[in-house]
Every structure is written in C-alpha cells, then in structure tokens.
C-alpha cells in the first residue's frame, strides 16, 4: 500500500513510541534498530552496505539528527529520502556537503581520527574482537576459502573511535581466536615479535590505542566490549533466545555477567520510520513484513 511521505512525516508523532508485540516486526528490523541505538547525535558516521545504513538512516531521523554518514565511495553527509542500493548508489549524493573518492573518506576523515562510529561486517569475528574476512582454510596462498578481502575493514576497524559489526551468529563464526585476522580487535599478535598483546601497547603513542569495537549486533545477541579487559560479552538476548542457544552458536563460553536481559523491541514509530521512510522499496528488508496493529494502519494509510 502506498504511502504519502510527506503527510506521513508530519504524522510521525501520532505514532506511538511504544514497543511492538512479538510476532509484528521481524530479525532483520530488530537489528537495524539495535544498530540504530548505537549511533550519539553529532557523530561521523562511516557505514557500510545494508543493515548498517538501514541504522543511520533511522537514527537520523528518531534521535541523532546531527549525526554525519559517509560513504567510503566518497559521499558526505547525504540528505536521501530513501536508503540507497550501496554505498555507491547516486541517490546518495542528494543535498550531500561533499562529493569526493576513497582518498577523501579514507585519508581526511578516517585516518585522521575523525570518524566516531564505524559499522561493518566479518566472516568471523573472535572474543577479543579481532575479524576475518580474507579466508578460511589451507594457507594465504592455498586457502580453502578466500572471501573478498578487507575492503576498508581493516582501515575502518581500527581507526574509528568506536566500531559495531552486524553479523551472523554461528559457532564458526564466533571463535575463540581468529585464525586470520584482517582487522584488529582489543588484542592481537605484534608481529615483528609474535607476542599476544592489547591494542593499547601495540598502538601505544597513538590516537588509534583507544579506538576499536565497541559491539557487535549478531542474529542472537547484541555483544559489547570490556575495552580495560579486551574482551567481548553479552549485553542482550534477543527476544526468544536462550543463554543455552547461545552457547551452541559460539566457539567459547559467552560472557553473560552483566547481561540486562532482552535486547529490546523496535517501537511502533520506529517500525514506521524504517519500512516507510527509509526502506519502503524493500532494498534490505525483507518481504513480506508482519503487519501493523490496526491502530497504527489508520495513522499510516489514512
């Protein structure tokens, strides 16, 4: 059913911000509005393709208005009406502050230590943060499975302030060590020595020794980080899932010490916001989506 986005905006605070029931929103809204908690008002964003604009893009319109997105291809701070195909989609351009390339984004802001969140994704990802997205198996050269590379994760990762993966949650891949390691986490090998050290005396001297990940939002859990430690634990289950669900799905024992409890559920508005706003072509969101309360089809569709 089509929506008039125009009146719809000036009906947003008609919508309550109440949470859904479960059964009206699905995994994949969950976590995008996880994600979205995570981002402050004001803060440089560098995100990537999918869940992760999804995020922002709520965000910007719910409590972080003043946050800026950028997009490693080179779009500042882009003022789009819906979500773009990627991060190389020129919708992205509308009323953006600047159009430039990888060396802007990358050497500018990000290697400059502008960039206050980070999202990205991993093949896998270990309990001290570090992440995996060369390959699997045999050798470098040899391997079982090569993916497609860093493509900014290591940069991304290891020089914004704060970083958040959206990921799968699997037992291969939440491990206890990353055979690989594209992107630094909390700790990891010095290599000139081989030694197992944190990030803060590799990096010693440097802005970036207290950047680094600050969570990640899997299909079962929103994780975070105990940066003094240098170790992942569980913030929140998801609706549904248990701590014994969890521990199938990971390589080592979770953390569960300061656990909150549910991960919390996307509220009417937010659910509004999301499907149609800023996807309401169901780019990222799947089809179809459980439907609204009567209620809420009345403000929406009337």
């Known amino acids: 059913m089509s929506v008039d986005v125009r009146k719809l905006v000036k009906k947003l605070d008609q ?5 859904a029931k479960p059964g009206e929103f699905h995994l994949v809204e969950l976590m995008a509005i996880a994600a979205a908690r ?7 964003v560098f995100a990537g393709t999918g869940l992760p604009m999804l995020g922002i ?8 208005p003043n946050s800026v997105l950028i997009y490693e291809a ?3 701070d882009g003022k789009c009406l819906h979500v773009p195909g990627s991060v190389t989609d020129q919708r992205a351009c509308y009323m953006a ?20 969140l980070g999202y990205l994704g991993g093949a896998a990802i270990d309990k001290y943060g570090n992440v995996n997205v060369t390959y699997i198996g045999g050798t470098y050269y040899e391997p079982t499975h090569r993916f497609t590379g860093s493509g900014g994760n290591g940069d991304i990762g290891t020089m914004s302030r704060r970083v958040v993966y959206i990921m799968l949650q699997e037992k291969r891949r939440f491990l206890e060590k990353n055979p690989y390691v594209t992107t630094c986490g909390w700790w990891s090998y010095y290599w000139p020595t081989g030694e197992w050290k944190h990030k803060r005396e590799i990096w010693a001297g440097s802005k970036f020794a207290e950047y680094g990940p600050e969570a990640v939002v899997s299909t079962m859990a929103v994780w975070r980080f105990d940066r003094e430690k240098g170790e992942m634990y569980v913030e929140s289950l998801h609706p549904g899932v248990t701590k014994e669900q969890l521990r199938e799905n990971c ?4 953390d569960f010490s300061r656990m909150k409890g549910e991960t919390p559920p996307p509220t009417y508005r937010q659910l509004v916001i999301l499907r149609e706003l800023v996807d309401p072509e169901r780019i990222f969101l799947p089809e ?3 439907e609204y309360p009567d209620e809420i089809k009345r403000i929406v569709y009337g």
């Open 15 to 19: 919508i309550p911000d109440t949470p």
């Open 38 to 44: 995570e981002v402050r008002d004001y803060d440089i």
């Open 57 to 64: 893009m709520v965000a910007q319109y719910l409590h972080a």
């Open 74 to 76: 080179g779009i500042c």
């Open 97 to 116: 502050s600047a159009l430039g390339g990888l060396v802007d984004t990358f050497g500018y802001y990000l290697q400059r230590g502008l960039v206050d």
């Open 251 to 254: 390589s080592f024992e979770p």
């Open 288 to 290: 179809p989506l459980p």
